[in-house]
């Protein structure tokens, strides 16, 4: 089939299948690009699990740091500590 075309014809052939195959790449990273950047579609997406998840669950740090110190209440026999230690923020 290609071979009764001139080379000139199948080089412009070749040519133009390169570049609608670069078009296409390039219009493919673009979509892809502005998808994922910041503030893009699947990014907003990411934040609002993100923060729903930490409006739910309390910082586990918080949950330690409590039961550290009803330990240490427990534990502890000098009021001034005591007192310290209920006065902790």
Do not use: C
Request: no cysteine; charged share 20%.
């Amino acid at each position: 089939m290609f071979n009764n075309f001139k080379i000139s014809l199948k080089l412009t052939i070749l040519m133009s299948i390169f570049i609608i195959g670069f078009i296409l790449f390039g219009v493919v990273s673009y979509k892809t690009i502005t998808n994922i950047k910041i503030n893009g579609k699947m990014y907003n997406e990411i934040v609002l699990g993100k923060d729903l998840v930490a409006d739910i669950l309390p910082p586990p740090e918080y949950i330690i740091e409590s039961y550290l110190t009803a330990l240490q209440l427990s534990k502890e026999t000098d009021k001034i500590k005591i007192e310290e230690l209920i006065n902790y923020e």
